[in-house]
Each structure stands twice: as structure tokens, then as C-alpha cells.
């Protein structure tokens, strides 16, 4: 039995547009997701529809248990690849057929927003009708507006590409942010689960979820958030302090979550930390950059509760410039001794795999572990965590490839010599799959709706490999701000080792996102 507080109750009879907002992950990992709270939190302030959440593995809703064939619009927030034979289980469950085609007029329009979606949606182009590329609210209330005028949505599919920020495979989309983020929804009656079972625990914990930015700029060359959703856009402090005591209210939750792109970015940090603790808040925020730590962030964090920081250094220097994050080893040194001399743990966070790795990179991260675990005041206050390194759309890597073989001898190396109580590496046949979906076409469709059902072999995955060439990206079609000129060059840099500073230091690179 679960119960939630704040959950929303309208009568479905009485409503014009019955909307089934559909999470293909965990409850846990649901409900740690501002996004989703934001599309709940803004449908229902609409009056005449009601949104109703549907959570993987189920099938109906949690409001009504309603199934998703009940519903007028199921839209699908897709945030992980490795989530997209979910969506099938769950429309199959909700009494839907997977593919579009074999759909009926009289179904509900499915659709599919997030990361993935606004990325590169292709891979589930056979199973969603629509997708909207960039942020919900700012496309939702156009859209929605366009379905009521429609007698039947799924056949007059066409004209809901009059909407901004809605793709169909085969037009061209431009991505739509909320510019100015007094602009942006701030759900302030979030809905909270009060139970004792671990997995339905929301993975802040009995959080409110406080967004703090949109974007960073920062410029890394992996990183797929930090090259879509560009400039970054910053809450005025007075803003996000009023949302934390309207939250407190609503929710009586005491415990604050900072949201964003790149959290300790946000230039009032300090400040910000401050005032939430000298209202009684206790503040936690998932990883923080190590370029923007100071002594004063850690001992606010410290006072309110917070035990771990989470770093991400992702290699050994040479590669650190390679993906433009040009921390030194001393930067990171300096960090985690302040962290440790305040009695709080550290989790890193690295990468294998990366363009142009080398044995003498691996031996070099392997030494520099070795010199961080000797920092370590007790073996549990340090925990490692390593992930092979995946291309993504939309970034300088998008031409480099996964070599699976190649990641696996590496992935053994480090395992033999990279000896942690607490060590965890991502296994390389997931991350196989994961870059297949993430840079592959509609041509997977197939092995999604079988990967739907059960296991399917490695070998099957293998065949689909993608090979992208520098003239035919699958995305082509969809402009997130980002110029493919300005990833190129920053591709040939980085094979050089060459560096770009962060924009809102050093000035304007003329990347195409600012307009």
C-alpha cells in the first residue's frame, strides 16, 4: 500500500482531455524527477484536463488505475535509452498496441518528451506519434490547444506540427527552451510518497525539489545536457527562497534538493545555502562541479545534513583537457582533503573509453586513484565509480565510436588494479546497447519490440552497431541550438588536445545557441 500526499483528484467525466503523464522507470526514480513533477503539477493547473501518472511496470494510473487506452493524450518522458522497451511493456499492459500503425484513430495520441526525445527520438519513431523537443511547458499548452480543435488527433497528426518544438520523422524541429526562467513552472504542492519500503523512496529522500538553473555552458565535449541546453539560465535568489518556504508548506518537507544543470554553478550559491539553513532547511544537491566548490558550499552542505559529495574528475589530466574539463589533479586533491578534514564521504565518478585513450592514460588514472585512496581517512568514506565512456547526438564526440572489445580489456585492467571496498563499474555490454540506441535510427524499432518481451542475445545488438559518417547524422533534422560546425571544430580540438574556456568567463564562441 503506498500512500502519497498532495495527490491531485478531479472527476475524469468532467474534464475535456484525460492526459496519462508516463514515467518508464522505477517510482523511485519518478519521483525524483523534477520534470515529472512539473508536467503533473502544470497539466492539472489547466482546468479542463486532468494528468494522471503512470509508473514502469504498471500499465494504469496510480490516480484512477485507469489504463492508458482510457486516456486522450499518453505522453512518455524519456530521460534513458536503456528505458525504451519500458514504454512498449507499458503500453501493452495499458491496453495499447506498440506500433503506431496498428493503432486505431480512436486511441489516444501518444507522445514522448525529455532528453532522449528532444535528442534523437528516431530509434522510437515506430511506437510514439509525436515528440516534443525541448522544455513541456513551454510546448504543452500550444499543443493541447491544437488536440481540442481536432476531431480526431491521430489522423489530422499534420497539423499539430504548426506547434513549436513538435517533431514528426521527416520535418525539421528547432528545440524551445523557457528563455527567461521567471517564465519557468515551479511545482510548488509536489506530490510525496510517505512509506517505509526502500523502493519507493524517492532517491532524494523525503525531498523538496528545488530548481535552481537550466543549462550549463560549461563545455564538455561528452556531455550531451551541457551542449543542448545552452545558454544557462539562472532563479533570482529571492525567487527560489519564497518557492522553498511555499514548498515547506505544501509539503512539510523541511529537506531541499537543488536541481540543475550545473548546481554549484549558480552564482549565489553560498548565499543561496545559507539562508535556506538559516530558515532550518536541510540542503542537498546531487554531483557538484570542482571548479566551483568552495570551503564555505562544503560546510553549508555539512550543516544540513549532508554526508556524501559527489565529484566527477572523469580521467587522468591528458584526457581531462581532451574533454575540456581542465581540472588539475592538485584541484581535486584540494577538494576532497577539505571534504575529508569536514568528516563528509566522497564518490567519484570516471570514464573509460574515452577518444584517444591510451594504456599509459589508464596506468595514469590507476596512479592518481591510488594517490585519492591514500587521502581517504577509512575505506568507506571513498567510493569509485567507473563508466565507459558512450558518443552521444548533439556533441563534439557524436563521430566516435564504441569499441566493445577494446572497453572490456580496459574494464579488466582497472578492475585488477583499481582494488576499492567500494568500486563499481557499469558493465560494457549495457553501454553496447546504450550507444546503439542512442546514436542509432528507426532501424532498431525490431530489436526494441523483441528486447520488450525478454533478453536479446549481444550478437543481435552487435549487427545494429551504428557508423556514423560526418555528412548523414539520423538528426539531422533536429536543431538544438548547436551548430554542427562548431561541434567539429571542437571535435578536431579536442584530437589535439586544445582547449576552449567556459563562455561566461573568457566571452562568445559563436556556437549557435545564444541568440
Given at each position: 500500500?503506498?500512500?502519497?500526499?498532495?495527490?491531485?483528484?478531479?472527476?475524469?467525466?468532467?474534464?475535456?482531455?484525460?492526459?496519462?503523464?508516463?514515467?518508464?522507470?522505477?517510482?523511485?526514480?519518478?519521483?525524483?524527477?523534477?520534470?515529472?513533477?512539473?508536467?503533473?503539477?502544470?497539466?492539472?493547473?489547466?482546468?479542463?484536463?486532468?494528468?494522471?501518472?503512470?509508473?514502469?511496470?504498471?500499465?494504469?494510473?496510480?490516480?484512477?488505475?485507469?489504463?492508458?487506452?482510457?486516456?486522450?493524450?499518453?505522453?512518455?518522458?524519456?530521460?534513458?535509452?536503456?528505458?525504451?522497451?519500458?514504454?512498449?511493456?507499458?503500453?501493452?499492459?495499458?491496453?495499447?498496441?506498440?506500433?503506431?500503425?496498428?493503432?486505431?484513430?480512436?486511441?489516444?495520441?501518444?507522445?514522448?518528451?525529455?532528453?532522449?526525445?528532444?535528442?534523437?527520438?528516431?530509434?522510437?519513431?515506430?511506437?510514439?506519434?509525436?515528440?516534443?523537443?525541448?522544455?513541456?511547458?513551454?510546448?504543452?499548452?500550444?499543443?493541447?490547444?491544437?488536440?481540442?480543435?481536432?476531431?480526431?488527433?491521430?489522423?489530422?497528426?499534420?497539423?499539430?506540427?504548426?506547434?513549436?518544438?513538435?517533431?514528426?520523422?521527416?520535418?525539421?524541429?528547432?528545440?524551445?527552451?523557457?528563455?527567461?526562467?521567471?517564465?519557468?513552472?515551479?511545482?510548488?504542492?509536489?506530490?510525496?510518497?510517505?512509506?517505509?519500503?526502500?523502493?519507493?523512496?524517492?532517491?532524494?529522500?523525503?525531498?523538496?525539489l528545488l530548481e535552481v538553473s537550466r543549462g550549463c555552458a560549461r563545455g564538455c565535449r561528452f556531455c550531451m545536457a551541457g551542449c543542448m541546453?545552452?545558454?544557462?539560465?539562472?532563479?533570482?535568489?529571492?525567487?527560489?527562497?519564497?518557492?522553498?518556504?511555499?514548498?515547506?508548506?505544501?509539503?512539510?518537507?523541511?529537506?531541499?534538493?537543488?536541481?540543475?544543470?550545473?548546481?554549484?554553478?549558480?552564482?549565489?550559491?553560498?548565499?543561496?545555502c545559507r539562508e535556506l539553513l538559516q530558515r532550518e532547511f536541510q540542503v542537498t544537491t546531487p554531483s557538484l562541479r570542482i571548479e566551483s566548490?568552495?570551503?564555505?558550499?562544503?560546510?553549508?552542505?555539512?550543516?544540513?545534513?549532508?554526508?556524501?559529495?559527489?565529484?566527477?574528475?572523469?580521467?587522468?589530466?591528458?584526457?581531462?583537457?581532451?574533454?575540456?574539463?581542465?581540472?588539475?589533479?592538485?584541484?581535486?586533491?584540494?577538494?576532497?582533503?577539505?571534504?575529508?578534514?569536514?568528516?563528509?564521504?566522497?564518490?567519484?565518478?570516471?570514464?573509460?573509453?574515452?577518444?584517444?585513450?591510451?594504456?599509459?592514460?589508464?596506468?595514469?588514472?590507476?596512479?592518481?586513484?591510488?594517490?585519492?585512496?591514500?587521502?581517504?581517512?577509512?575505506?568507506?568514506?571513498?567510493?569509485?565509480?567507473?563508466?565507459?565512456?558512450?558518443?552521444?547526438?548533439?556533441?563534439?564526440?557524436?563521430?566516435?565510436?564504441?569499441?566493445?572489445?577494446?572497453?572490456?580489456?580496459?574494464?579488466?585492467?582497472?578492475?585488477?588494479?583499481?582494488?576499492?571496498?567500494?568500486?563499481?563499474?557499469?558493465?560494457?555490454?549495457?553501454?553496447?546497447?546504450?550507444?546503439?540506441?542512442?546514436?542509432?535510427?528507426?532501424?532498431?524499432?525490431?530489436?526494441?519490440?523483441?528486447?520488450?518481451?525478454?533478453?536479446?542475445?549481444?550478437?543481435?545488438?552487435?549487427?545494429?552497431?551504428?557508423?556514423?559518417?560526418?555528412?548523414?547524422?539520423?538528426?539531422?533534422?533536429?536543431?538544438?541550438?548547436?551548430?554542427?560546425?562548431?561541434?567539429?571544430?571542437?571535435?578536431?580540438?579536442?584530437?589535439?588536445?586544445?582547449?576552449?574556456?567556459?563562455?561566461?568567463?573568457?566571452?562568445?564562441?559563436?556556437?549557435?545557441?545564444?541568440?
Amino acid at each position: 500500500m503506498l500512500l502519497e500526499h498532495n495527490v491531485v483528484v478531479k472527476d475524469p467525466l468532467r474534464i475535456g482531455l484525460r492526459f496519462a503523464s508516463c514515467y518508464p522507470n522505477l517510482y523511485r526514480s519518478a519521483m525524483s524527477s523534477l520534470g515529472f513533477h512539473i508536467i503533473y503539477d502544470f497539466l492539472n493547473h489547466q482546468e479542463d484536463v486532468y494528468c494522471e501518472r503512470v509508473v514502469y511496470p504498471y500499465g494504469k494510473s496510480l490516480e484512477t488505475g485507469s489504463p492508458l487506452k482510457d486516456f486522450d493524450v499518453v505522453g512518455f518522458s524519456l530521460q534513458y535509452e536503456q528505458d525504451y522497451p519500458h514504454v512498449l511493456e507499458m503500453l501493452r499492459k495499458g491496453g495499447l498496441k506498440v506500433r503506431k500503425e496498428d493503432r486505431s484513430p480512436q486511441d489516444p495520441l501518444v507522445i514522448a518528451g525529455g532528453p532522449c526525445a528532444s535528442s534523437n527520438p528516431l530509434p522510437m519513431s515506430q511506437f510514439v506519434d509525436l515528440f516534443l523537443v525541448g522544455d513541456g511547458e513551454v510546448i504543452l499548452p500550444q499543443l493541447l490547444e491544437k488536440i481540442a480543435q481536432l476531431d480526431n488527433p491521430r489522423q489530422d497528426i499534420d497539423a499539430l506540427l504548426d506547434v513549436e518544438g513538435v517533431y514528426i520523422p521527416g520535418n525539421k524541429v528547432k528545440l524551445v527552451q523557457v528563455e527567461d526562467m521567471r517564465d519557468a513552472w515551479r511545482p510548488v504542492k509536489q506530490v510525496y510518497p510517505e512509506t517505509d519500503n526502500p523502493d519507493l523512496i524517492p532517491a532524494f529522500g523525503r525531498s523538496f525539489l528545488l530548481e535552481v538553473s537550466r543549462g550549463c555552458a560549461r563545455g564538455c565535449r561528452f556531455c550531451m545536457a551541457g551542449c543542448m541546453y545552452r545558454p544557462r539560465r539562472e532563479v533570482d535568489l529571492k525567487t527560489l527562497l519564497k518557492t522553498a518556504e511555499e514548498g515547506r508548506k505544501s509539503t512539510g518537507l523541511n529537506k531541499i534538493a537543488l536541481i540543475g544543470g550545473a548546481v554549484s554553478d549558480y552564482s549565489r550559491i553560498e548565499e543561496l545555502c545559507r539562508e535556506l539553513l538559516q530558515r532550518e532547511f536541510q540542503v542537498t544537491t546531487p554531483s557538484l562541479r570542482i571548479e566551483s566548490i568552495s570551503t564555505e558550499l562544503l560546510e553549508s552542505l555539512k550543516e544540513s545534513g549532508l554526508r556524501t559529495i559527489t565529484i566527477a574528475p572523469e580521467s587522468a589530466w591528458r584526457l581531462r583537457k581532451l574533454v575540456n574539463k581542465p581540472i588539475t589533479d592538485e584541484d581535486i586533491q584540494r577538494t576532497m582533503e577539505t571534504a575529508f578534514q569536514m568528516k563528509l564521504n566522497v564518490k567519484l565518478y570516471f570514464l573509460v573509453g574515452l577518444p584517444t585513450e591510451t594504456h599509459e592514460d589508464l596506468e595514469d588514472l590507476v596512479n592518481l586513484v591510488g594517490d585519492l585512496k591514500a587521502m581517504a581517512p577509512h575505506p568507506d568514506s571513498l567510493r569509485i565509480s567507473v563508466n565507459p565512456f558512450i558518443p552521444k547526438p548533439h556533441t563534439p564526440f557524436q563521430w566516435a565510436e564504441f569499441n566493445l572489445k577494446e572497453t572490456k580489456g580496459k574494464v579488466k585492467f582497472l578492475k585488477k588494479h583499481l582494488k576499492n571496498k567500494h568500486f563499481k563499474v557499469e558493465s560494457p555490454n549495457k553501454s553496447l546497447v546504450q550507444y546503439i540506441l542512442s546514436l542509432g535510427g528507426t532501424e532498431l524499432a525490431d530489436i526494441i519490440e523483441e528486447s520488450s518481451h525478454g533478453r536479446v542475445s549481444l550478437s543481435k545488438w552487435k549487427q545494429l552497431t551504428p557508423h556514423i559518417t560526418h555528412t548523414e547524422l539520423p538528426w539531422k533534422d533536429i536543431d538544438v541550438g548547436v551548430s554542427d560546425e562548431f561541434l567539429e571544430k571542437e571535435y578536431n580540438k579536442a584530437l589535439k588536445g586544445d582547449l576552449t574556456p567556459w563562455c561566461e568567463t573568457f566571452g562568445c564562441y559563436h556556437c549557435g545557441s545564444c541568440p
